[in-house]
């Protein structure tokens, strides 16, 4: 059976994220979306997104295919149903369409569609804030995905850990001298990371492959540090999607942080206001600021974004792609893409200029910022120049 996941309605809820990614690749928990469902289904899948995102993130269709909303997370019970769709049969939650079995140039037309609903307990990412969250439930859930019938790699005897049962660790790991605490849940150490001397872990955690916990790092969990990431100071409740850096020390809490960002040295977020009140985050959806239903919430810094050394982020800020901040004070708590300045004013980061620093970042990993990823965020420099005001 060939498998699509698909963006469904969730798509603009989660912006700034998926203006260079499909739902499909977001990271919470240990792995992307797309990574738990391949795991569970035993097979690769291929997206419909964006037209723009479709050259990196193309589509496959065959003659038999079963759909996907990317905003669900599988589960066994959930699988289990698809894998056993056939051909007009269509799973709901409630209203909306969780998958279905769809023929190669078939008319899809669901009000002939036999349909089903599947179980009210399913995990689903629906805004951006759901990212962290829901963390806590998506570590558990992969990490029992990811260990289950496997052996950890040995603690080291001057590391001090808690509720060893609940510890993975992965070859090539090393963590010399640290304390981890998996007591309030499972903690996940990926292929070759560090976590160096003096940190201090507590559970969920994942560290995903490549990454590196500076000295003295202080990690209240559920925390992601997505791979080949750098972070040290102190950490509560936050997803770092991958190839990010927050190197020093500087708070950081229930925030979501893209791909190829860098945070200055004793950047701090706050993540509760001063009256307690209910957070509210920008929605590119209503072209407002949005309640979230949450008393902490933080920063949300989409890929390629980046700030200088004691930037300070007021509780409940978004910052889109490709944004420079810097400076004193308090930047306003939406910062469009493509933006360049801080408190006393922004004007427009040129994208010659961004991709620039785009090409010396990527090729610092040994990657190549190549011209699919340029034409991925020329369009959208192009879709939110109407943020922008210089």
């Keep these: 059976m060939n498998y699509i996941l698909f963006d469904g309605p969730n798509r603009e809820a989660l912006l700034p994220f998926t203006y260079t990614r499909p739902v499909a690749d977001i990271r919470i928990g240990i792995l992307t979306i797309r990574e738990k469902w391949e795991l569970f289904l035993g097979a690769t899948t291929t997206t419909i997104t964006e037209d ?210 860098n945070l200055g040295a004793d950047t701090n977020n706050s993540n509760l206001k001063n009256n307690y009140a209910e957070v509210r985050l920008w929605s590119y959806e209503t072209e407002n600021f949005a309640k979230t239903g949450l008393q902490f919430c933080g920063l949300m810094m989409g890929d390629h974004s980046k700030c200088g050394i004691n930037t300070m982020f007021n509780t409940g800020t978004v910052i889109g792609v490709s944004a420079n901040i810097f400076g004193s004070g308090f930047p306003r708590n939406f910062i469009p893409s493509f933006s360049w300045g801080g408190a006393k004013g922004f004007t427009t980061y040129l994208t010659a200029k961004a991709f620039e620093v785009a090409n010396v970042v990527m090729s610092r990993r040994g990657l190549e910022f190549s011209a699919q990823e340029s034409a991925i965020l020329e369009q959208v420099f192009e879709q939110t120049s109407v943020y922008r005001k210089d």
Excluded at 132 to 146: G, H, P, T, W
Excluded at 186 to 208: D, H, W
Aim: proline residues 4%.
């Design 52 to 261: 723009y995102l479709s050259d990196k993130f193309p589509m496959v269709e065959m003659e038999e295919n079963i759909m996907i909303n990317s905003s669900y997370l599988p589960s066994n019970e959930l699988v289990s149903q698809i894998k056993n769709l056939s051909n007009n049969q269509v799973i709901y939650d409630g209203d909306t369409i969780v998958a279905f079995y769809n023929l190669e140039d078939q008319e899809v037309d669901f009000d002939v569609f036999e349909t089903m609903q599947c179980e009210d307990s399913i995990l689903k990412v629906e805004t951006t804030w759901d990212i962290f969250s829901k963390n806590a439930a998506a570590i558990i859930a992969d990490f029992e995905l990811i260990t289950a019938g496997r052996t950890s790699a040995q603690i080291p005897e001057r590391t001090e850990a808690f509720n060893t049962d609940q510890i993975f660790i992965e070859e090539g790991a090393q963590l010399p001298s640290c304390i981890l605490n998996a007591t309030n849940g499972p903690i996940y150490i990926g292929k070759n990371t560090e976590i160096m001397e003096g940190s201090l872990v507590r559970g969920p955690f994942a560290l995903c492959e490549g990454s590196i916990l500076k000295m003295g790092a202080k990690i209240y969990g559920p925390t992601t540090i997505g791979p080949y990431s750098k972070v040290g100071g102190e950490v509560n409740n936050s997803v770092f999607f991958g190839n990010s850096n927050k190197a020093h020390d500087g708070f950081l809490g229930n925030s979501v942080i893209g791909e190829w960002c």
